[in-house]
Nanobody
């Protein structure tokens, strides 16, 4: 399984970014996004199951939206009202009899 993530960048606080992750397979249990800030452990941001059920970290609820385009095997993370504490490397994840990870994309939010 290959995951190709894109969409990171530098944005001012209050701004928006959209991350994309294209998967090489169309069958999976769930896809999602995790992030890792310097000196911290990787943490869940948001996940979506193949049935469309979503789960969000409390810190991003109401600001981030995860969605999926099944025809393109692509999951998106729309990030609005970004805060400096959202700064991290964001990793795409796919679950199907194991965990698969994308290469990570840097998101930097300046104050």
């Amino acid at each position: 399984v290959q995951l190709q993530a894109s969409g990171g960048g530098l944005v001012q606080a209050g701004g928006s970014l959209r991350l994309s992750c294209a998967a090489s397979r169309s069958i999976f249990n769930a896809m999602g996004w995790y992030r890792q800030a310097p000196g911290k452990q990787r943490e869940l941001v948001a996940t979506i199951t193949s049935g469309g059920s979503t789960n969000y970290a409390d810190s991003v609820k109401g600001r981030f939206t995860i969605s999926i385009d099944n025809a393109k095997n692509t999951v998106y993370l729309q990030m609005n009202s970004l805060k400096p504490e959202d700064t991290a490397v964001y990793y795409c994840n796919l679950k199907f009899f194991g965990n698969y990870w994308g290469q990570g994309t840097q998101v930097t939010v300046s104050s």
